[in-house]
């Protein structure tokens, strides 16, 4: 979706958000170039409460209007989730049922040529050096129902606005954040393949794999093995489709 077919809701987002981010940080943006045209699945590493902020105005500042999900329970709240619903945002439901009714959503949304940015993490790392953690596999189903690109997000900064680790908020003004989008990642091998749990769960380190060795990139050090919530780690060394 251009700006210029932005609705009253999403250009007032714009005008409280974006100003705001302008003062707050101080952008190093590059790799815009691979978000700029057609449907794109967008899949940014979690380090921050406040990357969320950060990755829209990245996607933005690209030409995209960024479209979330975000937890179902908040599109329940009065107001907030009315104008959630407004801003094209979409709420991720749980249950086999409700689960089918949001991949339609985002279905939906790619059909229309839209930036659909998804954490395939799903929460905020738990890694304590805050590199990516093992992904789910949403993204990975949503690519093999769609064929369209995925693209990853990679970024650094956001944790020094608000600290996950301490749940600190940094209020001073510009604070450096790095945002990297790169090329698509080859899922080739499993064009028109049955998304059975394996076939999901490859894509995903594939996905995941990426953004780790891109967010190294960025951030300097030696990255780990990708970490599992609940403390155990993934498979050691890099997934044999990573280097594709």
């Given amino acids: 979706m251009g700006r210029r077919r932005l609705g009253f809701w999403q250009w007032l987002a714009v005008?409280?958000?974006?100003?705001?981010?302008?003062v707050w940080t101080r952008r190093t943006w590059r790799g815009m170039e691979h978000?700029?045209?057609?449907?794109?699945?967008?899949?940014?590493?979690?380090i921050s409460h406040a990357d969320p902020l950060v990755c829209a105005h990245y996607v933005y500042d690209a030409g995209r209007w960024p479209q979330f999900l975000g937890k179902a329970s908040v599109f329940k709240v009065p107001v907030i989730g009315w104008i959630l619903h407004r801003c094209r945002q979409i709420p991720v439901e749980r249950g086999s049922v409700d689960a089918a009714r949001s991949l339609d959503a985002l279905v939906k949304a790619l059909d229309e040529g839209g930036a659909v940015i998804i954490y395939p993490e799903g929460t905020t790392s738990r890694e304590p050096d805050l590199?990516?953690?093992?992904?789910?596999?949403?993204?990975?189903?949503?690519a093999l129902v769609t064929g369209a690109p995925v693209i990853p997000l990679a970024m650094?900064?956001?944790?020094r606005i608000f600290?996950?680790?301490?749940a600190r908020l940094n209020p001073r003004p510009r604070i450096p954040v790095t945002v990297v989008a790169g090329p698509p990642i080859d899922l080739s091998r499993w064009a028109g393949a049955t998304p059975s749990r394996q076939v999901l769960e490859?894509?995903?380190?594939?996905?995941?794999?990426?953004?780790?060795?891109?967010l190294a990139e960025i951030r300097g050090g030696t990255p780990p093995p990708l970490?599992?919530?609940?403390?155990r780690r993934g498979a050691e060394g890099q997934h044999p489709e990573a280097a594709a």
């Fill in 15 to 22: 005008v409280l958000v974006k100003p705001a981010m302008t």
């Fill in 35 to 46: 978000l700029r045209h057609g449907p794109v699945i967008i899949v940014p590493n979690h």
């Fill in 131 to 142: 590199w990516p953690m093992k992904g789910k596999t949403g993204a990975a189903r949503l």
């Fill in 156 to 159: 650094w900064g956001p944790e």
């Fill in 163 to 166: 600290d996950p680790r301490r």
């Fill in 202 to 214: 490859e894509m995903t380190d594939v996905i995941m794999l990426r953004l780790r060795d891109m």
């Fill in 227 to 231: 970490w599992q919530r609940g403390g």
